[in-house]
């Protein structure tokens, strides 16, 4: 920066990328693609591996859809979805939405998820109360749920002898997870630049159209709401267009 350049507000720290499998844990189909879905596409073309895993369908989030029907839709149009960012496996745990509870049975569900992938860094989505700083705009219970249930599960299944059924059947426990990143935390310190992949974000988004057609309107313009967002992002990294993540950085148990 030179000594006439204007100081980049409330700059962002970027994200470490020297790793090459990321493990995605959201509560819904969309929860990915409000955000974080261009960060995804950044790295699946470096060639690293993401996977993803769906607490739920999202049975219960289309109000004019019954939930026998809309949870197929919404599975199915979240594996397009991944597909555009280049994310080839997605698994549903098929828990129920909206009623998500936080608890050992959650933490022992998502244990057994995170000894099977192996990751070196596990990506969640917003678990604080609200979505802003100023407590405006709330979160809810799912994602707060899902959130914590991943930070408490990632250090669960470092620990031998928590859910030690799973080890006796055959897991190793897993102690690699580096790091847990919130996306889109109100609280986020580092970014990741989405220029490049922003288009490919966008189109993830969209390929929700059943979902995206129940909200408000049916008038949703994905690419005039996620630019806005990730126009303020790049801004405080320097760039074009970027991704937030709040960053929890794990030590040895």
Do not use: C
Request: charged letters at 25%; a negative charge.
């Amino acid at each position: 920066m030179t000594a006439d350049a204007p100081a980049v507000p409330n700059p962002l720290e970027p994200v470490t990328e020297d790793w090459q499998r990321a493990l995605a844990i959201v509560a819904h189909p969309d929860d990915l693609e409000f955000g974080a879905a261009a960060a995804v596409a950044r790295w699946t073309a470096q060639g690293k591996e993401v996977a993803y895993t769906l607490l739920t369908s999202g049975e219960a989030g289309i109000d004019g859809m019954d939930p026998a029907e809309a949870g197929p839709a919404r599975e199915a149009e979240q594996r397009a979805s991944a597909e555009i960012v280049g994310v080839s496996r997605v698994d549903f745990l098929g828990l129920p939405d909206g009623v998500l509870e936080y608890g050992i049975p959650l933490r022992r569900t998502l244990s057994r998820v995170i000894r099977e992938y192996r990751p070196e860094i596990v990506i969640t989505n917003n678990f604080r109360d609200s979505w802003d700083e100023t407590g405006d705009a709330l979160n809810m219970s799912d994602h707060i749920v899902t959130g914590r249930a991943v930070l408490d599960a990632v250090r669960d299944a470092a620990n031998r002898w928590v859910f030690r059924e799973q080890i006796d059947e055959g897991l190793e426990r897993w102690g690699g997870v580096r790091e847990v990143w919130a996306a889109s935390s109100p609280l986020s310190k580092h970014g990741v630049d989405t220029t490049d992949t922003f288009g490919l974000g966008v189109r993830s988004l969209e390929a929700h159209a059943v979902y995206l057609r129940g909200l408000g309107s049916g008038d949703f313009d994905a690419e005039e709401f996620l630019e806005g967002f990730a126009r303020q992002i790049g801004s405080r990294l320097g760039v074009t267009y970027g991704a937030a993540f709040e960053v929890f950085r794990l030590g040895l148990l």
